[in-house]
């Protein structure tokens, strides 16, 4: 068991990292030392909750909880103001003489419904988050960082508000597709460029390990990466100091990626790796970046896997949403870029020529 | 003008109680000044913003302020996620290259609103309370609880969300309906019995000059009821505590009556001056309140040609009401009670026999 804190003054909380066969136990245990009420609500997807919600429900049961489940879709669509109302409105409905909280017990999905659901019913109340993909365990479970989707954008409705704690079960990444390991591995790769070249260099290592699921270097990158998600949270939990941005390495044009795609195509870190070396190129082409750095990065995703061209999208279509990205300050286009492996810029700096460019040069329709 | 400060750290900010005539443009050049954005929306219903909504505009527009306009109902329906989503589609609209805003210009309804619409969208944006009734000016408009309704209940979806300024302007008073300005005065006869004897003073020779509407009275009296607020608020911003809770005075079975009667029949005021008065005689009953003291609450409040005795109200409903309140604490009725004219406390010691003859008294069908 790993343990790294979040320090947030009295919102500072625990991210776990289990490794051992406990089915639960532990979560449990730790959890009720915590007293964050006497009464859980779960939410999850049919999927994981149908593998691990009654495990759950009788760790919880045997540290004095009460337990219910509540599922929803295993899809974006659950990030809705309608699945929101109805997690609101069950929470509701249990809430009766009870003190409750809630348990997120799935991907980031459930992870960003379930904060954001906490965050405004009553005007708060704990949550906890159990993420069960490597994307939700490396990424969107730390922070507090919650929201849901409005017809007019993603993430529109939403709130900064911490879980009590983070508890991340390698066991449960067993049941991942290899697709969603390397999805997440995009991100552990980001948190290299962006702070870490040791990351950077144990990645470069032990790729083929992690490409088989490896658990101790699953658990690895994992604590890897919560420790520097951690830090930057709390230098910048409001995202108000300007540091927090640098998580946006990869995302500028990873977001316009999928937006262009539906969400349907890439997945987050996909589109996240064809971002990160877009936003290498650019920093090539500004000449910030060195080459050999250059192809570091662009190797290392390669050998997990990852794309760096997306075929098949509509570059009109990506130049389109790109151009529209809320990280559009006042006219200039904000970037992330590397300056070199553990180090990145922020900078509205960039010629739009460059920038149609590279986006051109990323989704043409040829291998790179 | 008065400036009263809620110290709220980085959170802190000023309420401005403008005395004179200057159609909102002291107001805007404050404003200017705190550097909210460039763009508001300003969320009002149609009856005060056609009276101040152009006025408004003009001043803001004078200072560099790009504003629009938003209507919602003048009613409670507007508190719901329907008019909630409604209110962020828009700001998503009119929120391209520009940092965008909110002001709440109206009572509660509004205000509730709009500030949890602010604490919402993209995670937060700044908003300005500009409360025009008595009942926002000296409650609601302060504190930053904000929230919307569910058909399981009133208030389910909220958050604590601290405005960048509160504004009270006491002409806009004058196109209040006197049951409203009495309604106003309650709350502030609730602040004198919680927290400030000399206020409550103030109001026994006052009284007939506020039934009038005399604006420095007024002025007196939102000024002390927003430091009273801002003092209760800077000790305990979440009502995690335990001091927040005394601004509840009058309001456990205050709420039980309007819950009672759908919130049509009594104003919120009026509710809470029967709420007062059974929690004085409940304080009386228990001994812990004496006589003289008791007398001047009750005479106060018919001073101010508030109600004591709800009529024409099911007892049933009432107590139905009352004791699935979430002011029900594992099994214990918690309420706040007066032991002399400026000190309450808060108990959970009650018998139940003597909060149901209470309540049978302020509902009976007949004159105290």
Redesign the interface.
Known sequence: MKTIRVQLQERSYPIFISHEKNEFKVFAEKLARLKPGNSALIITNPTIGGLYVSKLINALEANGIHACRYYVKDSEESKS?KTF?AV??KA??LD??KRLFFIALGGGVVGDLTGFAA??????IPYVQVPTTLLAQVDSAIGG???ID????K??????YQPLMVYSDINVLKSLPLRQIKSGLAEVIKYGVILDRQLFGYLEKNYARLLRADPDCLAHVIAAAGRIKAHVVAVDE?ETAGFRTILNFGHTIGHALETATGYTQLAHGEAVSIGMAAAADIALELGIFDPKSFWRLINLLGHLQLPVQAPKVDLKAVLNAFYRD?K?I??AVRMVLPTKIGHVIVTENIPWTVINKIIKKRVANHEY
């Open positions: 103001i109302v609101v409105q509701s409905s009766v003489k965050a405004a019913y009553k005007r708060g960082k919650t929201a409005l017809p007019a954008g993430n529109l409705v939403g709130a900064f409001h809320k559009f006042r006219g």
